[in-house]
C-alpha cells in the first residue's frame, strides 16, 4: 500500500474533527467567509456606484429623512434599476411594513443606501465600486427572518453596532437551541444552481449532523413537518410545488433558502420564473444567502419550528381564556 495513502487514512484518525455544537456554540466560519455587507453612513458620499453595480438590484438609497417618520418619500431607486413599477410599489410596501414593526430605539441614517438581505448574493461587486471604501463584506449569516419586509437592512448610526448585530444573531440562535425540537423535512429544489442543495446536503455529514436537533429528511411529502424550498421556483416546477405543499399534513411550514428561493436572485424579472417561493407558498421563514451556511439554514428551520409552537401556544390560551368565560 502506498505510504500517501496510508497517510491519508490515518490523518482523520489523529486529527478527529469533532461535530459541530451549533447552535449553543457559535459556527465554525473559514477565513473571508462572506456575510451580508455592512455600509458605514460616515464614508457613504451617496454616488450612487453600488446601486448601478448591485447585480440583483438589492441596494437602495433612502432621502427625505429617516424612514420611520417618512416610509414611502423616503425610498428612492437609483440608476441602473432595472425594476419595473410592481417591484418598485412591493420595495416601498416592505419598507412601510418594516419601519412600522422595528423597535424604536434603533434610528437610520437617512442618506445611506440600504440592503436588501433577500436579494443579496454576497458577491462583494459594491465593495470593489464603492470608491469612499463604505462598504465592506461581513461575517454575519445567520439572518434568518420570519417576514419578508424584516430583511432589509438600513445602516445604523454608529458604526459599532455591526458587533451588537452579530451578538443578537447569536443571542437568537442560542434562544432557539433552548427549546426541544423534532422535525421532519422535505427538500424541494423549484429551480436552482444546486449551490444552496450541496448546503442543505451539508447538514448530513458527521460535522454538522443535524440529526442531533432531532431534524431529519423524508422522501415523502406526507411525512414531512417542513418544506425546504430552494430554487427560483420556474413555472415547470410551479404545480410540482403546489402539489409537494397539498400532500403534507397540516401544520405544516415553509422555510424558503438563499436568494433565489426569496427574490428570485440574479433571475428576478425572467418571465419563467415566480420571483420565488412567497409567490405560490405561505413562506413562513426566509434564509438569506447565496447559498447560506449550513448554520444559517438550521436557524431557519429552529425558527420556522419556534414559531409554529408560538402560534399553537396563542390558539392554546386563546381558547381556554373563551372557555372560561
Not at 17 to 27: I, L
Not at 78 to 88: F, H, P, S
Not at 129 to 136: D, K, L, N, Y
Request: hydrophobic share 40%; with cysteine.
Amino acid at each position: 500500500m502506498p505510504l500517501d495513502l496510508v497517510r491519508r487514512l490515518l490523518t482523520p484518525l489523529r486529527n478527529p474533527v469533532p461535530t459541530s455544537h451549533y447552535p449553543e456554540s457559535e459556527p465554525l466560519l473559514q477565513f473571508a467567509t462572506r456575510g451580508l455587507p455592512a455600509i458605514d453612513p460616515a464614508r457613504c458620499d451617496q454616488n450612487g456606484a453600488c446601486v448601478d453595480i448591485c447585480p440583483t438590484n438589492a441596494i437602495e438609497f433612502e432621502v427625505g429623512g429617516d424612514s420611520a417618520s417618512h416610509p414611502i418619500d423616503g425610498m428612492l431607486v437609483l440608476g441602473g434599476g432595472l425594476l419595473d413599477e410592481a417591484v418598485a410599489l412591493a420595495n416601498r410596501t416592505a419598507a412601510l411594513e418594516y419601519a412600522s414593526s422595528r423597535p424604536p430605539a434603533i434610528r437610520s441614517a437617512p442618506t445611506a443606501p440600504s440592503i436588501d438581505a433577500g436579494r443579496c448574493v454576497y458577491c462583494a461587486a459594491c465593495v470593489s465600486a464603492c470608491p469612499t471604501g463604505a462598504i465592506s463584506m461581513t461575517s454575519r449569516t445567520e439572518l434568518a427572518r420570519p417576514r419578508r419586509a424584516e430583511m432589509i437592512e438600513r445602516p445604523l448610526t454608529v458604526v459599532s453596532a455591526i458587533d451588537d448585530l452579530l451578538a443578537a444573531d447569536r443571542a437568537r440562535a442560542r434562544i432557539l437551541a433552548a427549546h426541544g425540537r423534532s422535525l421532519h423535512v422535505r427538500h424541494l429544489d423549484a429551480g436552482s444552481c444546486n449551490g444552496c442543495d450541496w448546503e442543505i446536503a451539508a447538514l448530513l455529514n458527521p460535522y454538522h449532523d443535524v440529526q442531533r436537533l432531532g431534524i431529519d429528511f423524508v422522501a415523502s411529502p406526507r411525512h414531512a413537518d417542513l418544506l425546504l424550498v430552494t430554487g427560483v421556483v420556474t413555472r415547470n416546477l410551479e404545480e410540482a410545488a403546489l402539489r409537494t405543499y397539498d400532500a403534507m399534513p397540516e401544520p405544516r411550514l415553509v422555510v424558503a433558502v438563499g436568494a433565489c428561493a426569496i427574490s428570485g436572485g440574479v433571475f428576478a424579472g425572467s418571465p419563467q420564473i415566480r420571483d420565488g417561493a412567497a409567490a405560490i407558498l405561505p413562506v413562513d421563514v426566509f434564509v438569506p444567502g447565496c447559498p447560506p451556511r449550513p448554520e444559517a439554514i438550521i436557524e431557519g428551520m429552529l425558527l420556522a419550528l419556534e414559531s409554529r409552537r408560538s402560534a399553537e401556544r396563542e390558539a392554546a390560551d386563546a381558547a381556554k381564556r373563551g372557555s372560561g368565560r
